[in-house]
Antibody, heavy 117, light 109 residues
Framework: QVQLVESGGGVVQPGGSLRLSCAAS????????MHWVRQAPGKGLEWVAF????????YYADSVKGRFTISRDNSKNTLYLQMNSLRAEDTAVYYC??????????WGQGTLVTVSS | EIVLTQSPATLSLSPGERATLSCRAS??????LAWYQQKPGQAPRLLIY???NRATGIPARFSGSGSGTDFTLTISSLEPEDFAVYYC???????????FGPGTKVDIK
């Protein structure tokens, strides 16, 4: 069965950096695009970033462009999100999700990122 | 940017009742609309994609309809595990643009 397991969340000061990971199993990771989607506490869902199956194209929400970088290692079945210049408004649960042509058919359990001094 | 509006914000119903949730888009999204269910402390789960197709493993009591700007998620008879928040999401400008609605909470009356 498809499994996505995020890690790397934690508490970081404003302006700091964090790298999230998402370990995938149960499907051919190298054949699918992958997303990061976040949810601020008590709020709705916000798409963050997408990477194509082979890493050839990457897309970002305007709110994170220039600060976040999505990447993948298909040899390790792992998705990454490098987050720099973090702000209080980046505080959220970050989910990785498997792409189904622009929507999301499988989600991880999420990892909490808290940006606070 | 395409804006999705969901109504009502909260729906209070009893088990066994029918739930009808609405999602309206600010411009046509064709049939590129999905519905997700989210329970407290859990990740969202895909219920419906392309407006009316049930995702793998989703019970038949969940159905979706609509096209263009008006969409409906119907739960024919609420089970106790169906009380949750439901989000719609459009992908008509994908890649890269997608947007989510603000959600409808279905709670126990």
């Amino acid at each position: 069965q498809v499994q996505l397991v995020e890690s790397g969340g934690g508490v970081v000061q404003p302006g700091g950096s964090l790298r999230l990971s998402c370990a995938a199993s149960g499907f051919t990771f190298s054949s699918y695009g992958m997303h990061w989607v976040r949810q601020a506490p008590g709020k709705g869902l916000e798409w963050v970033a997408f990477i194509r199956y082979d890493g050839s194209n990457k897309y970002y929400a305007d709110s994170v462009k220039g600060r976040f970088t999505i990447s993948r290692d298909n040899s390790k079945n792992t998705l990454y999100l490098q987050m720099n210049s973090l702000r209080a408004e980046d505080t959220a649960v970050y989910y990785c999700a498997k792409d189904r042509q622009g929507d999301y058919d499988y989600w991880g359990q999420g990892t909490l990122v808290t940006v606070s001094s | 940017e395409i804006v999705l509006t969901q109504s009502p914000a909260t729906l209070s119903l009893s088990p066994g009742e029918r739930a009808t949730l609405s999602c309206r888009a600010s411009q046509s999204v064709s049939s590129y609309l999905a519905w997700y269910q989210q329970k407290p402390g859990q990740a969202p789960r895909l219920l419906i994609y392309d407006a009316s197709n049930r995702a793998t493993g989703i019970p038949a009591r969940f159905s979706g309809s609509g096209s263009g700007t008006d969409f409906t998620l119907t739960i024919s008879s609420l089970e106790p595990e169906d009380f949750a928040v439901y989000y719609c999401q459009q992908r008509s400008n994908w890649p890269p643009r997608v947007t989510f609605g603000p959600g409808t909470k279905v709670d126990i009356k």
